[in-house]
């Protein structure tokens, strides 16, 4: 399989540390809102590789935080811990808001079909660990202390931006978000590993530490929960692109410094979903939730597949035309499914050939629009039904867009509606009325037809023969 590296920027073939277990760790959700649909396009995403990596053969072994302390409102280690700017939004505790909004996103994931994480650790379980890095850090001289909390000391790495060949000044915490300096920060890209001084006293969440009574930055969580749970070394690390920096970069700057080797092999970032106003953000207060596409009348599979349509490496612009435009294919193609009888047997050498078309979309690069269109290339091919049916069956392993569950619901309420519909008695004077209409007797005919009418029938002649309907 080759993956973009963000670390290297270029395509590269996957090779895990170990074939038998590949080592996953995503970025979870800050838990101090709804997500909306754009943090779910990266966990769709993300899905899909999960599900494309054990469907290649990989064991995976995948790992995600719950945020629900230390996200400061800027990613500059500014501004108040945005699970207090929750709780205090809707006057509950913390813990009630990370327990609802983390409930909240679970069950948007279900709708969407992205499986749940093999690990999820919200990050108030871990303080120990936190304190355990960050004390060697300070030991290594990684880190030191300034007005009360600790800071990682980034004149200490050999090179800061992992990631980006972008100008150093656009990517300067403080002048990227606008927001003031600290003024305890050696380096402007120090970041806190452990607050104990902030200027938000009534901090909900505080633990005792070496340092003094306080919390952790958000970037220490996502170091110690992936090597709790996966060890010193890690196979792929996702998230948002936004993510990359100032993120993801911490969190290299300490996890290398920790272990003093090399950490993670590969940096899978998803682009955002943007609205015609840029960036769909939690922050900006306005954004579409699950529920309300579900509420507007779309089933969440429209918009899974809306993702699929595009690259993950692209930005995704969000319409509701767009959306519209997906509800509709997704319906066409349900209802073509729907057509597929199961007869025949399993032609195993059209299911191999129709498979590696599949298989090489998920091989270059997760290119999931040309794994829909395989599905597309199954539904033409010269084969049996049950080839058609077992390669769908196959290839939504990954899609995980509910194809034959839906095409069966689709051929049950077609049948329900044709049951209702049925009454022996109108089917009788229909042909009576054609009978009429063959041997040229037309008054016979329109008198059918007015009775019919008049008991609430409507006739529908086509070149197959005339049909009913209540109106
Ligand atoms: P948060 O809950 O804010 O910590 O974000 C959860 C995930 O969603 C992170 O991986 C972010 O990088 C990602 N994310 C945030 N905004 C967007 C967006 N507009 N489009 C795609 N992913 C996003
Ligand atoms: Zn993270």
């Given at each position: 399989m080759y993956l973009y590296n963000s670390l290297s920027h270029k395509k590269e073939l996957f090779?895990?540390?170990?074939?038998?277990?590949v080592k996953m760790y995503t970025c979870g959700p800050t838990v101090y809102h709804y997500a909306h649909i754009g943090n779910l396009r990266t966990y769709i995403m993300e899905d899909v590789l999960e599900k494309s990596l054990r469907y290649l053969g990989y064991p995976v072994k995948r790992v995600m935080n719950i945020t629900d302390v230390g996200h400061l409102a800027s990613d500059a280690d500014t501004g108040e811990d945005k699970m207090l700017k929750g709780a205090k939004r809707e006057h509950k505790s913390v813990m009630e808001i990370a327990k609802f909004y983390t409930d909240a996103f679970?069950?948007?994931?279900?709708?969407?079909?992205?499986?749940?994480?093999?690990?999820?650790?919200?990050?108030?379980?871990?303080i120990d660990e936190y304190i355990h890095m960050v004390q060697t850090l300070l030991d290594k001289g990684k880190a030191y202390l300034a007005g009360g909390n600790v800071y990682f000391d980034t004149s200490t790495l050999e090179k800061y931006?992992?990631?980006?060949d972008h100008d150093e000044e656009d990517l300067a915490v403080g002048v990227r978000e606008g927001v003031e300096e600290d003024t305890n920060k050696k380096n402007k890209n120090d970041f806190v590993l452990w607050f104990?001084?902030?200027?938000?006293?009534?901090?909900?969440?505080?633990?005792?530490?070496?340092?003094?009574?306080?919390?952790?930055?958000?970037?220490?969580?996502?170091?110690?929960?992936?090597?709790?749970?996966?060890?010193?070394?890690?196979?792929?690390?996702?998230g948002g692109i936004d993510n990359a920096f100032p993120h993801h970069t911490n969190e290299i700057a300490q996890s290398e410094s920790y272990l003093g080797h090399k950490w993670c092999n590969y940096w899978f970032h998803v682009h955002h979903l943007n609205t015609d106003t840029g960036k769909m953000s939690k922050s900006?207060?306005?954004?579409?939730?699950?529920?309300?596409?579900?509420?507007?009348?779309?089933?969440?599979?429209?918009?899974?597949?809306?993702?699929?349509?595009?690259?993950?490496?692209r930005n995704l612009v969000f319409s509701w035309e767009n959306l519209d435009n997906a509800a509709m294919t997704y319906e066409k193609l349900i209802a073509r499914i729907a057509g597929l009888k199961s007869e025949g047997s399993v032609d195993e050498e059209a299911f191999q050939q129709l498979k590696q078309r599949f298989v090489g979309a998920l091989n270059g690069d997760l290119n999931t629009s040309?794994?829909?269109?395989?599905?597309?290339?199954?539904?033409?091919?010269?084969?049996?039904?049950?080839?058609?049916?077992?390669?769908?069956?196959?290839?939504?392993?990954?899609?995980?867009?509910n194809l034959l569950q839906a095409?069966?619901?689709?051929?049950?309420?077609?049948?329900?509606?044709?049951?209702?519909?049925?009454d022996p008695e109108i089917d009788a004077l229909v042909a009576a009325r054609t009978a009429a209409k063959k041997a040229k007797n037309f008054g016979e005919a329109d008198r059918i037809r007015d009775e019919l009418?008049?008991?609430?029938?409507?006739?529908i002649d086509t070149p197959q023969g005339s049909k009913w309907r209540r109106v």
């Open positions: 090779v895990p540390n170990d074939p038998n277990l679970f069950s948007d994931c279900d709708k969407l079909n992205i499986k749940r994480p093999d690990v999820v650790e919200p990050a108030t379980n871990c931006y992992v990631f980006n104990t001084k902030s200027k938000f006293e009534d901090q909900a969440l505080k633990w005792d530490s070496p340092w003094g009574v306080g919390y952790p930055g958000w970037h220490i969580e996502c170091s110690c929960i992936s090597m709790k749970h996966l060890g010193e070394d890690l196979d792929i690390h996702a900006k207060g306005e954004f579409l939730t699950v529920s309300l596409l579900e509420q507007k009348g779309y089933d969440p599979m429209a918009y899974r597949l809306f993702c699929l349509q595009s690259h993950y490496r040309v794994a829909v269109t395989a599905v597309y290339d199954v539904l033409k091919a010269k084969c049996s039904d049950a080839t058609k049916l077992a390669l769908i069956q196959d290839f939504d392993q990954v899609l995980s867009l095409a069966q619901a689709l051929r049950e309420k077609q049948a329900a509606e044709a049951e209702a519909q049925a009418k008049a008991r609430g029938i409507e006739i």
